[in-house]
């Protein structure tokens, strides 16, 4: 099982990125996206469901981030628009083997393989 996260880098505020989290040897059913900011705890940023493309967003990138998959290649985006100097952080795809309630989406107990990071950094 392998997830192999990329797509970060250098940006200007106002800018976009696009992360991509290719997951090999492994059928995920919930994949989500973490960020961890220097000092600061690992926190969920957007999960998505494979049964039924439900999704979750944290109340700080609503809006300006996109979650989504492609089915055929076993990958998850997350389009990162309107990028900010607050998400600059290292970027964690997580799969879990189960269909994570929303509740669940955000807590890394239930992922059970992580990619490496991607880092984004944010500034002008």
């Known amino acids: 099982v392998q997830l192999q996260a990329s797509g970060g880098g250098l940006v200007q505020p106002g800018e976009s990125l696009r992360l991509s989290c290719v997951v090999s040897?492994?059928?995920?059913?919930?994949i989500g996206w973490f960020r961890q900011a220097p000092g600061k705890e690992r926190g969920g940023v957007s999960a998505?469901?494979?049964?039924?493309?439900?999704?979750k967003y944290a109340d700080s990138v609503k809006g300006r981030f996109t979650i989504s998959r492609d089915r055929a290649k076993n990958t998850v985006y997350l389009q990162m628009n309107n990028l900010q100097p607050e998400d600059t952080a290292v970027y964690y795809c997580?799969?879990?083997?189960?269909?994570?309630?929303?509740?669940?989406?955000?807590?890394?107990?239930?992922?059970?393989?992580w990619g490496q990071g991607t880092l984004v950094t944010v500034s002008s």
């Open positions: 997580a799969a879990a083997t189960g269909s994570l309630i929303k509740s669940s989406m955000f807590a890394p107990q239930y992922y059970a393989y």
């Open positions: 040897g492994f059928t995920f059913n919930t």
């Open positions: 998505i469901r494979r049964s039924d493309s439900n999704t």
